[in-house]
């Protein structure tokens, strides 16, 4: 991303915001729970990586991310 940071960092906020929203939907659980499932995914953390462009792709595409990676988590278990 370019230009200015804060624009930016703000852009980045709502697409977080977006994406909690759209996995409390499909998961039907509060959005709480969503936000905790969100922050502690492997998906979160690579959108931090600003190099990787994670961030350009779908709401709805993050959140089969979080779910696929939530989903192959509980078969660990």
Avoid at 35 to 47: D, R, V
Avoid at 53 to 62: E, I, K, R, V
């Amino acid at each position: 991303m370019n230009g200015n940071p804060l624009i930016n960092e703000t852009l980045l906020q709502m697409k977080y915001a977006r994406v909690i929203s759209l996995l409390a939907k499909k998961l039907a659980v509060p959005e709480d729970k969503a936000m905790a499932i969100f922050y502690n995914s492997k998906t979160y953390s690579n959108l931090n990586d600003l190099r990787n462009g994670l961030q350009n792709m779908s709401d709805a595409f993050l959140v089969d991310e979080i779910i696929q990676e939530s989903s192959a988590s509980l078969h660990k278990a």
